[in-house]
């Protein structure tokens, strides 16, 4: 029998909720215990406080309340006897137990109605899983997969067998039959005799002249059955691409000369590049792709300016060698080339989205700036990331710190896949989708997470395999493989990562029918990549619009108990032990509108007004008032509602179905989502976030998200093994945490690290009352100095701490956050902050200062600040709105922050209101077009959006001291301070902002809503040490200007803008679909209160 006042696993802030609405002297109940496990806590409330006692049980299974020394211990069999003992009077607790606090109830009925219908039973026997080790979570049923990747690899097979193989894999159905049998014949026999006249040198291939002239016979009258042969052709060499990157071409009925033409013009190309391309694939073998990826060199047309007149020019990048070639015309030759070496820096102007500068160095070791106008913005971001790859693949350091990262997530619908899912890892469709020249750029890992899936696990691991395979031609690993019923995980890493890949862990959480039934629950991995921390859920929630808190309970669910990553760290749950988190899956988070407006929801997504849509997620709502996925973030949504289309179509939506209760609605919504969440002051960003448009065997579509991350590398201390570098010192002074809680104990802090070689404990704080009603713990002696294991600047500036603060009478956390130990500035204090949460929940705020010590030394240069943003000089307020017209996000009001806050950074001024104009509307090629043409609309009107959206907070004055952490060295290394590129002095360029702000932004206040100067990067002044990474950024003179012309001083005139630029401003409208390359533009950030998502860890 339960009885009323035990509540099981409720956390300790919803005791202190449910004991404080009571309001009697007296009232209690009984829960969990959160630190030690089968105990559980008796809560008390006495004069508007919650006095907590810890219940433990001994061998034989008695109970008694902890007590101090020199207090009898009374035990007894049952919690009940218990609880009866101390309701009399002076029993040694604050006051005699009176009021039991009854259980809240619960949602009647949960689930049952709607998942009786689309129940799925669980998988039968043999499991999908292969068992676990007891007291283990490691993935070894990775273990089989790989083992057999292995056994399958047997002696390579000849040149004609592998290609026969090809061809068998190929689909051949449209293939004339005297062609299929021609190209086998090749294969076969004369393919080899075409074989020994490469290697003797010679040019010629007579066998393949004769077998083109095969295909290619009757070609005036037969163009339409030629053209597939000869692109099987292509596809079976190619050692870039695979068959089912080029689409084949729709063949038209019409015999009409256009189309002629047209067809003329793709067999011209095809037989100029199939010689050429078999020739590299005898001379190379079928299976040097195997070994590496070929990237092809990938021409872009651009525009430059020369004396003030655009020229259009060709570059040209050669990944494999490692080249930059610049051309004036695309078959002439070349002006001049550029080594990876000497290109230094790649700067994304923010105002237009299709300029770049790239930095290089001359021949005489000076630096020279080309600015270069592309097509449009995804063309930029694509020769960035070839660039960034070709980098990465020249780079002389053994380790990489930066990866790339495809999750993916997709309700299957109970329905098989379709032959072809390669859009999917290609991240084509709608939304925010790659250049097609970044689909030669693999990416290092993909993570797929699926709902309502049929298939068993290696007959979907097959699928997954050879769509990769056929797209990257490269054979990945398996890295892990989890299933619980129908959600499953699995990650896939490229081979070359397999060592730097320990400690893989899974989990799994059931949230379905009475938190007993895998229906419904989360699947996670977890691993170390070299010294970075990785964590993947993929989670299925509950279904049906009224739903909303039942989803909110089941995040809740997952985010306390699943399992994964350092076991040490067990005050903090998964939102903290990971550098970086990705949360993936059907969250089922609904549109909230009527059914009635129905068809005006489908008409808004014809005519893509997401943004008015996504006012109504209750996704964002949810977390706007964070009850959901604290200091998460997601990318800006610009593709449809994933949910619930008619299957085998992407042009219905399928809201209705008959019941027998009555007509079901299922509303148009974003059901399918990936957010993630990084240690602040870590590299991520977001390169795509969208949904594919052509897998359609579901009622859902396929999400794609791709990211770059930074990671660390296992860094070697210089002392050696087992002695402790002596010269680093990490000192906190000053220190003072914020609680929100009715609890009366004393507290202390504990700090976690890598760092570390363990966990520190403090001394008890001093208790304050607080303005508000909190709880103010005082720190006034000297917290404990923490040593470092490794001093080198390069690690140590890559670390976090962790803080916990907890309570001693219980043990149990009262709030975690994150310190990060990055800095760049210069002085020998510096404040810090970080949001207190516990188990999802905003608890309350650490502040305090910090002196970090480290070895002599300097941070090397990492890849990702190879490519940075650029605030252009004339860049105004209306210009930067246009960026976000379509975040929902926008609306939101931030509240002010804590008057205490703001002491070192200066306020921002308040800007001017814009005014709200319309957006505009674009044609989406799936929905039907919208208007003929895109309108030419008026600038004020291309510049404005319709409404505004909430910024970060302020990134400090650079004249103020920073919030990260202050580095101090030896007197020795005081030169080392002076070490900087010389291209940051000459051209300082702004830092690429990514998905982090300063984690001070606490210290200042939030500006009225159209503030846009908040996060922004500036370069330093001549007089300042140049640092690339991390400067804030002061306004605009554009924005200055609005600010009532206080403090005005003289500057130089803004420089007018180029030819080419107004050019390419005024030529279109533009397209907010290609605006999101900047990761700190566009995303739904939830309103954070007083700090920043990256300080507020």
């Known amino acids: 029998m339960v009885h009323c006042w035990n509540h099981g696993n409720i956390t300790r802030s919803k005791a202190e909720d449910l004991l404080s609405k009571t309001g009697k002297d007296g009232s209690f109940l009984v829960r969990a215990s959160e630190s030690i496990s089968r105990a559980y806590a008796l809560c008390v409330l006495f004069r508007n406080c919650v006095y907590t006692y810890r219940i433990l049980t001994n061998e034989e299974e008695k109970f008694t309340v902890q007590a101090s020394e020199g207090v009898p211990v009374r035990f007894f069999s049952s919690l009940d006897q218990l609880i009866e003992f101390y309701k009399k009077e002076n029993m040694g607790l604050v006051t005699h137990l009176q009021y039991p606090v009854p259980l809240e109830e619960e949602e009647a009925g949960d689930e049952l109605e709607e998942e009786t219908e689309f129940f799925i039973s669980p998988p039968e026997l043999p499991p999908r899983n292969l068992p676990l080790a007891s007291g283990s979570s490691e993935a070894k049923e990775v ?42 014949d090749y294969v076969n026999t004369q393919i080899a005799m075409d074989a020994e006249f490469v290697k003797t040198g010679s040019s010629n291939l007579p066998h393949f002249k004769k077998l083109v002239m095969v295909l290619c016979k009757e070609l005036h009258s037969e163009v339409a059955r030629t053209l597939p042969s000869l692109e099987s052709m292509q596809r079976l060499f190619d050692q870039q691409l695979s068959p089912g990157i080029w689409p084949r071409p729709q063949v038209c009925t019409e015999a009409n000369p256009v189309n002629v033409v047209a067809k003329l013009g793709q067999l011209t190309s095809l037989l100029t590049s199939l010689e050429d391309k078999i020739k590299a694939f005898l001379g190379e073998g079928p299976e040097s792709t195997h070994r590496r990826s070929l990237i092809p060199p990938v021409t872009f047309e651009v525009k430059a300016e020369s004396l003030g007149i655009p020229q259009k020019m060709q570059l040209k990048v050669d990944v494999e060698t490692g080249k930059l070639i610049i051309k004036k015309s695309k078959d002439g030759p070349e002006d001049k080339f550029y080594s990876h070496k000497k290109i230094l820096q790649l700067i994304k102007s923010q105002k237009f989205h299709n300029k770049l500068v790239i930095i290089v160095e001359t021949e005489k070791e000076k630096t020279l700036r080309k600015e270069y106008v592309f097509a449009d913005s995804k063309k930029r971001e694509g020769f960035c990331q070839l660039l960034q790859q070709m980098k990465n693949k020249h780079s002389e350091q053994p380790e ?97 990562h397999e060592n730097r890949i320990s400690h893989i862990c899974t989990n799994n959480v059931k949230t379905g029918i009475a938190n007993t039934l895998g229906n419904k629950g989360a699947v996670g991995v977890s691993f170390m990549f070299n010294g970075t921390s990785l964590g993947f859920v993929n989670s299925h929630l509950t279904s049906g619009s009224e739903k909303k808190l039942r989803r909110n309970q089941n995040y809740m669910s997952i985010l306390r108990f699943l399992a994964l990553g350092d076991k040490k760290l067990s005050p903090f749950n998964i939102t903290h032990r990971f550098t970086h ?98 240690y602040p002051l870590v590299h991520v960003v977001c390169q795509s976030y969208g949904s594919t448009s052509d897998i359609m065997t579901s009622d859902h579509s396929p999400v794609f998200a791709t990211f ?52 520190v404990k403090s001394q008890e704080g001093e208790n304050e009352e607080g303005t508000e009603g909190e709880l103010v713990v005082k720190f006034v002696d000297d917290l404990p100095k923490l040593t470092p294991i490794i001093s080198d600047p390069e690690y140590l500036l890559d670390q976090h701490i962790l803080i916990s603060i907890k309570s001693s009478d219980s043990d149990e956390s009262y709030g975690e956050g994150c310190i990060a130990l990055r800095s760049e500035a210069t002085e020998s204090l510096v404040p810090i902050y970080t949001a207190l949460t516990h188990h999802g929940e905003m608890m309350g705020h650490f502040r305090g200062e910090i002196k970090l010590q480290t070895s002599q030394g300097k941070k090397r240069e990492r890849l990702y600040d190879f490519v940075k943003t650029e605030r252009d000089e004339a860049t105004g307020q209306k210009s930067l709105k246009s960026l976000t017209s379509h975040d929902p996000m926008k609306h939101w009001d931030c509240p002010s922050r804590p008057s205490d806050l703001g002491k070192n950074v200066a306020d921002p001024l308040p800007m001017e209101e814009e005014q709200m104009t319309k957006p505009e509307m674009f044609e989406n090629p799936l929905y039907g077009s919208v208007i003929s043409f895109p309108k030419p609309v008026p600038r004020k009107e291309q510049e404005s959006p319709k409404t505004l959206r ?76 140049p640092v690339p990474a991390k400067r804030p950024v002061k306004p605009a003179r554009s924005e200055m200007s609005q600010q009532g012309n206080l403090g005005q001083t003289n500057r130089p005139p803004l420089p007018a803008k180029s030819p080419a630029v107004l050019h390419l401003q005024h030529s279109k409208a533009r397209d907010y679909r290609e605006s999101s390359e900047l990761p700190h533009h566009g995303k739904h950030w939830p309103e954070e209160g007083p700090v920043s998502r990256t300080s507020m860890q």
């Open 950 to 1025: 909430k910024d970060r907070p302020a990134c400090p004055d650079p004249g103020a001291p920073s919030p990260a952490i202050i580095l101090t060295k030896p007197p020795e290394g005081e030169s080392s301070k002076l070490a900087s590129r010389q291209i940051s002095a000459s051209f300082p360029p702004v830092p690429r902002m990514r998905s982090f702000t300063c984690s001070s932004s606490a210290e200042g206040k939030i500006p009225s809503g159209g503030e846009k100067t908040q996060g922004k990067p500036k370069p330093p002044t001549p007089s300042e040490t």
């Open 143 to 184: 273990a089989l997969p790989m083992d057999n990747s292995r056994v399958m690899e047997h002696s390579p097979l000849s040149l004609s067998e592998t290609l026969l193989q090809r061809l068998q894999g190929m689909d051949t159905s449209g293939l004339p039959e005297e062609h299929l049998k021609a190209i086998q």
């Open 581 to 678: 988190l990705f949360w993936l899956g059907d969250l089922n988070y609904r549109l909230e509108l009527p059914p009635s407006e129905a068809e005006d929801i489908i008409q808004k997504i014809r005519q893509q007004q997401f943004s008015e849509l996504l006012l109504h997620d209750q996704l964002l709502m949810e977390r706007k008032e964070h009850k959901v996925f604290l200091h998460f973030e997601e990318e800006e949504i610009t593709f449809a509602p994933t949910y619930r289309f008619e299957r085998h179509t992407r042009e219905k939506y399928a809201y209705t179905k008959q019941k027998t209760t009555g007509m079901k609605y299922n509303l148009p919504s974003w059901c399918d989502r990936v957010l993630w969440k990084s």
């Open 708 to 759: 770059e991350a930074g990671v660390t590398s296992q860094f070697v201390s210089k002392n050696g093994p087992g002695n402790v570098d002596s010269q680093g010192q990490i000192e906190f002074l000053k220190c003072y945490a914020t609680l929100k809680t009715k609890s009366q104990t004393k507290f202390y802090l504990e700090f976690h690290s890598s760092c570390l070689e363990s966990f």
């Open 400 to 496: 990489p710190d930066m990866i790339t990262i495809f999750i993916g997530t997709w309700n299957m619908g109970d329905a098989a896949p379709p032959k072809k899912i390669t859009s999917w890892f290609l991240s084509k469709g709608q939304g925010k989708t790659r250049d097609d020249s970044a689909d030669y750029i693999p990416h290092d890992i993909y993570v797929i997470g699926t709902q309502e899936d049929p298939l068993g696990d290696k007959e979907w691991l097959e699928i997954l395999k050879h769509s990769l395979q056929e797209i990257t031609d490269i054979s990945f690993k398996t890295i892990a493989i989890h299933t619980l019923w129908n959600i499953r995980i699995v990650v896939l890493a490229k081979s070359e």
